[in-house]
């Protein structure tokens, strides 16, 4: 797919739900840039059990039903082995590394997912030799809440994506700094931990940028997504620059939608489908079929439909390029 620039492809740094052939498809909520656009309504449901006073915890509670559960429960067990093989008692290791006991207990028997650092601390205290650090991978996979490591296959399956956002910045566009800002404006407000915790889920997807082969992304804003300074103006001048730098890739579509063209298929608002390498595909729309992710053929056409009326309407990539150049000046 062209783009909108002439750079070749660089790598770029960086949630309910209904079930659809087996898989988990995050869903929507009126008010919050959901499934595959960014985050959920519904964080509540995951970040059971964390209150303000979790913020200076060493990890994250496990969502119940996750399938990473018997392996975070493994990864508790090899360093209650470890400290015990050392003499210590839970009190002692907590007090050693800055926690409670009570934090200590859990983690060792399965019911908190520990932070990488907590690993690494634990492992040259409890002179482990590696075994505890060895375990990184299962925690740093295990640490994202189970709709995003589901959504996250499904954007690594696809061959194209067609996304159109109207409210923010479409999540796999979005700095730390933008992503950092969306959260923490959410009502009820999170806590610090469970911000971190999303943009980092949120940073993690942005691994289809360097997917080989190279997916066709396509992405539409609405013009005012580009103007609204979340987070402040520094933040929005870096998150425009990120938006040239990807826009310039070769297997990206960038388009703006300007605030005064008289005519607009996206009134229904964000609008999103996924296609895969074997033809199938799933799409979304907020506006279209009360709201739930589709997938049959019939369905999927009004959904392409209207998101080609929407890219027909903006502006083109290379105009898109300019536009946000200009936005960027006037920072």
């Not at 002179?127 to 954007?155: C, D, M, N, S, T």
Request: proline share 5%; glycine share 12%; with cysteine.
């Amino acid at each position: 797919m062209a783009g909108g620039g002439g750079g070749g492809h660089r790598s770029i740094v960086h949630e309910g739900g209904s079930r659809w052939n087996g898989l988990y498809c995050p869903g929507f909520v009126p008010c919050c840039p959901g499934w595959f656009g960014g985050c959920t309504g519904t964080t509540a449901r995951w970040r059971w059990g964390m209150t303000n006073s979790d913020v200076d915890e060493a990890g994250w509670g496990i969502e119940p039903g996750d399938e990473m559960a018997p392996m975070i429960e493994v990864v508790g067990s090899v360093i209650k082995f470890h400290r015990e093989a050392r003499g210590m008692r839970a009190a002692e290791f907590g007090d050693a590394m800055g926690y409670g006991e009570d934090l200590i207990r859990k983690v060792e028997r399965g019911a908190r997912i520990p932070k990488v650092d907590f690993l690494y601390r634990a492992d040259e205290l409890l002179e482990a030799g590696g075994a505890i650090k060895a375990l990184r991978r299962h925690v740093e996979q295990a640490r994202y809440p189970k709709k995003v490591r589901e959504l996250a296959q499904l954007e690594e399956r696809a061959v194209e994506m067609q996304l159109y956002s109207n409210h923010h910045i479409h999540g796999l566009l979005q700095t730390p700094g933008y992503a950092t800002a969306m959260f923490e404006n959410r009502q009820p407000a999170l806590s610090v931990d469970v911000v971190e915790q999303e943009v980092a889920a949120r940073m993690a997807r942005k691994s289809v940028f360097e997917q080989e082969p190279s997916p066709a992304l396509c992405f539409i804003q609405e013009q005012v997504t580009l103007e609204r300074p979340l987070g402040g103006k520094n933040v929005l001048r870096r998150q425009l620059e990120h938006l040239l730098d990807v826009g310039r890739l070769r297997n990206v579509a960038l388009q703006v939608m300007p605030t005064d063209r008289e005519e607009h298929a996206g009134m229904h608002g964000q609008l999103e489908v996924l296609k895969f390498p074997d033809g199938t595909a799933v799409g979304r729309s907020e506006g279209a079929f009360n709201g739930r992710p589709v997938s049959n053929p019939r369905d999927l056409r009004i959904l392409e439909l209207r998101y080609g009326m929407i890219r027909a309407q903006a502006l083109t990539p290379r105009e898109s390029l300019a536009f946000i150049e200009q936005a960027l000046g006037k920072l």
